[in-house]
């Protein structure tokens, strides 16, 4: 670790850390709800936990972007940080509208459109928080004495998602409309500019952890950001297909999102090509494996299982079953907790100076995680190929069907299980590396820059 201010991220990563643990618990309320064992119904119901479970999934990936942001643009804009102590008041703010959301839930004050519940005056609030962010991290990397690739894919990531954001605070009489425009926060996040900061910050470990030089790095990274705006933008209609709108969404739609596997494709190959060729065996496995396992569970997640309902004829009948489900946990744990994941991994030891890279449980969390979730999303799939075939295909009854499929929860909730160890272990590890120190700053833990300078 180079500054000072980078130490900033510890405390974005250890918030993320804690949303991620609620939103664990919220799971696990659900999983029981679902094999009938329900006894917080009065105070959480299913909908009330599913709002809060997925809103706090977004908020903690977006808490660790952040947290990766502060970490990486000082260091490849080369200064300090701008305004650090804009970052805390920052972080503070962040975690009170989280909160006060959540609390908003549970009183059951909220908008009735998935992902996007938060109540209206608290997306003003994101909004400000938000654009703080960005001229903090945009002041710092303008006034840098270098200005990489890696920086400026990750800050357009990042102000993209935000300008994507106010589509969604638009309020329409008509449903379809409002079906519309939710997709262009949605979709175009998870399936656009988030693949831009996934990309950023995936190179940036890919240059640290691999030692392949930057210029081919960041060459590849070119590739990806244009397979995924290809893809990816037009790929929107795959929402569109019976909501309303015109036709000819279903040949669009159809398309171009059965090409959004593409990106994902590549950063996989990027990533194992990378480290492949790169002869530098650096001493944090652990945070290697989970770029490389970030790259490939995207893959898996996202394009697999994505391109599994996306062509018209199919997604007829999966829209809206338990196949959504299975195919949004794989992708969101792929993609976006593992590179946060990943990015954890490989800065705890920078930041506080504890080389706990290649211990037991570093590498039992990984695989446990890994594996509970795939357990998971199997479980998931099972119940939806059934919820498929019996309600939409042989027209069963809504609940009836949901009373068949009950017991593909029990085997969700032992793979949950798995997972949550794996989880557990992961923070275990996190927190036995104590705080951040002074005396990291500029140690060159890992022989980063002694390494980079050898070479030049
Ligand atoms: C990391 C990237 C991705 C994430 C995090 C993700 C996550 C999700 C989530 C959470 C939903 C449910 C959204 C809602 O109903 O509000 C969804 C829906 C969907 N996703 Fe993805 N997805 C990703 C990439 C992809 C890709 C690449 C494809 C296609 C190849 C795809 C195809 C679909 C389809 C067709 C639906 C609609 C399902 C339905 O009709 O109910 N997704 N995705
Ligand atoms: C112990 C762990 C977990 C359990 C027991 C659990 C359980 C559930 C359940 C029961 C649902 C509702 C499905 C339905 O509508 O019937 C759900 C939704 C969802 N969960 Fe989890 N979950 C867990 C962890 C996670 C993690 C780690 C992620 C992301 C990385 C995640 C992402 C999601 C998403 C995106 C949805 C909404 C899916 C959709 O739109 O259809 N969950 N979860
Ligand atoms: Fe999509």
Known sequence: MKFQTQKIAYWFFASAMLLLTLQIVYGFIMGFARIGMDGLHEWIPFNTARAVHTNL?????????????????????????????????????????GVAAIVCYHLNIWEGRKFLEIPRPLDYLVVVNVLVFLANIGVTLWKGTQHTTTSIVLYMGLLFAALLYLPGMIDFDNQTLDSFYRWWVVHLWVEGVWELIMGGILCFLLIKLTGVDREVVEKWLYIIVGLTFLSGILGTGHHYYYIGTPKYWLVIGGIFSA?????????????LAMAKKGGRKHPNRIALTWSLGCAIMSFVGAGFLGIAHTIPQVNMYTHGTLITAMHGHLAFWGAYAMIVLAMIAYTLPQMTGRKLWDTSMANWAFWTSNIGMVAMTGALAAAGITQVVLERRLGLDFLAVQKEIEMHFVGMLLGAALFTVGITLFIITFFRHGLPSDEAVGADVAGDTAWAASKS
């Open 57 to 97: 999934l977004v908020v903690w990936l977006l808490t660790g972007f952040m947290g990766s942001a502060y970490y990486i643009i000082p260091e490849e804009a080369n200064r300090e940080l701008e305004w650090p102590k804009l970052a805390y008041l920052q972080l503070i703010s962040l975690l009170l509208v």
């Open 259 to 271: 090409l959004e596997p593409l990106a994902f494709l590549g950063m996989a190959l990027y990533a």
